[in-house]
């Protein structure tokens, strides 16, 4: 991958979570081969693992949403530009909400935390879900990257919207 990922461990919380440094190397790694992202040679990209806490901090301050929520994304450069760009962004994933909406949807921790560390990514590669036919291509791209690193559709269970 020519993509270089910083991992910074903000919370001791990750502990209950082997491995989660490989586990986001793996997934960042095959966001990047699945999507059609041109990024510029030694890019680089961080990943933070911390708690609600600061997730709940970064949402008031850039969202103007005062709760914590699972992961956020802050893009370094506008998508057209990142075959040049030499920072993608930053990714924050909160593992208390995480774990949560694991269980509450019955997921494995594993699989969830992949998938946000996907969601995230793709974000900073300009995929959004704003509008029903950006969700529908950026879901459908997560499942096939999701899938590859043989993780279940995390979309299958949700009930259609009425």
Do not use: C
Not at 3 to 32: E, F, H, M, Q, T
Not at 42 to 50: D, F, K, N, R, W
Not at 90 to 111: H, Q, S
């Amino acid at each position: 991958m020519s993509l270089s990922l910083d991992i910074r461990v903000s919370s001791r919380l990750w502990r209950n979570l082997p491995g989660a440094r490989a586990l986001a190397r793996r997934a960042v790694a095959a966001a990047v081969a699945q999507s059609a992202v041109r990024l510029a040679e030694g890019a680089e990209m961080s990943l933070t693992l911390s708690d609600d806490a600061e997730l709940r901090a970064l949402n008031a301050r850039w969202r103007g949403l005062d709760k914590p929520t699972n992961v956020l994304s802050f893009p370094a450069a506008p998508p057209e530009r990142l075959s040049e760009a030499p920072i993608v962004g930053d990714v924050i994933v909160a593992y208390e909400t995480m774990a949560r909406e694991a269980e509450e949807e019955g997921k494995p921790l594993v699989d969830h935390f992949r998938h946000l560390v996907v969601h995230g990514a793709l974000h900073l590669f300009g995929y959004d879900h704003e509008s029903e036919a950006e969700a529908e291509a950026m879901e459908a791209l997560e499942r096939r990257i999701l899938a590859s690193l043989g993780v279940a559709d995390p979309y299958a269970a949700e009930a259609p919207a009425a």
